[in-house]
Antibody, heavy 115, light 107 residues
């Protein structure tokens, strides 16, 4: 069974950094396209970033230059390094397998950016 | 960026009703469209991909149609478990974008 568990969220001040992890089981992250999707409190869904099985990455404009998606094959884990965090980055962050659509999701981890 | 607009934003219905949610794209996305169901505090669940393909394990009362810029999600006979928020999503081009959501409420 494919499963993903996110961690690393928490309360952080504006301008700070945080690294989210998504530990996968039941499949190899290196063979899948993987995405991060976020949801601000009480709001809709927003795609953040994707990494292809070949390593190509894409980002939504609002996080370009601040967030970096990567993976650790030995740990079978997806990462999201988030720098220069802003109040508007406050959200639950989900990792998901991605064939364009998102077919398997983790439970999410909450990131709160506040002073 | 491709804008996705859902209507209505809130839909009140009763068990066994047939309901339809519409999603419009700001430009043609062929059939690169997915539908999700989300319940409070939970991750979204994929219902439909490629506009009309039913995800494995999803009940057959859910169906999707459309192409180009206009799409619909239909639930043929509402069950109590279906009251949730529904989102459409285009994956024709980056950035992938979602509709704002349709909250399906019990009448």
């Amino acid at each position: 069974e494919m499963q993903m568990v996110e961690s690393g969220g928490g309360l952080i001040q504006p301008g700070g950094s945080l690294r989210l992890s998504c530990a996968a089981s039941g499949f190899a992250v290196s063979y899948k396209y993987m995405s991060w999707v976020r949801q601000a409190p009480g709001k809709g869904l927003e795609w953040v970033s994707i990494i292809y099985s070949g390593g190509t990455t894409y980002y939504t404009d609002s996080v370009k230059g601040r967030f970096t998606i990567s993976r650790d094959i030995s740990k079978n884990t997806l990462w999201l390094q988030m720098n220069s965090l802003r109040v508007e980055d406050t959200a639950v962050y989900f990792c998901a397998t991605s064939e364009g659509y998102f077919d398997n999701w983790g439970q999410g981890t909450l990131v709160t950016v506040s002073s | 960026d491709i804008q996705m607009t859902q209507s209505p934003s809130i839909l009140s219905a009763s068990v066994e009703d047939r309901v339809t949610i519409t999603c419009r794209a700001s430009q043609s996305i062929s059939n690169w469209l997915a539908w999700y169901q989300q319940k409070p505090g939970k991750a979204p669940q994929l219902l439909i991909y490629k506009a009309s393909s039913l995800q494995i394990g999803v009940p057959s009362r859910f169906s999707g149609s459309g192409s180009g810029t206009e799409f619909t999600l239909t639930i043929s006979s509402l069950q109590s478990d279906d009251f949730a928020t529904y989102y459409c999503q285009q994956y024709n081009s980056y950035p992938y974008t979602f509709g704002q959501g349709t909250k399906l409420e019990i009448k």
